[in-house]
């Protein structure tokens, strides 16, 4: 699988809305609101490379309220602990990490 890191900009009176047509893009597995330059960071699952350029401006760059995006790919995923598990619903089961 490959990740790739897209930061977005904006409308800023939109930016929930933005989120969640974001989101509802089907090789999106997360959006985060940020603080700093971008108001946006999606990640990107795709099997093979030439899907993020299908998805980042085939999709993305579509969505209306995103003003621009830069698209970072990653190499390698760096992890001690199981992501999904600290990041999921119920913050029980993260408890002890």
Do not use: N
């Amino acid at each position: 699988m490959i990740t790739a890191i897209v930061l977005l900009r904006c409308e800023v009176g939109a930016i929930p809305e933005t989120a969640q047509a974001v989101a509802d893009v089907a090789a999106v597995s997360e959006v985060y609101s940020v603080t700093g330059d971008w108001e946006l960071v999606a990640l990107v699952r795709v099997r093979a490379h030439e899907e993020i350029a299908d998805v980042v401006t085939g999709e993305i760059a579509k969505v209306q309220g995103v003003t621009a995006t830069h698209t970072m790919i990653a190499f390698r995923a760096y992890s001690t602990v199981d992501l999904e598990r600290m990041w999921g619903v119920g913050f029980d089961d993260a408890e002890g990490l």
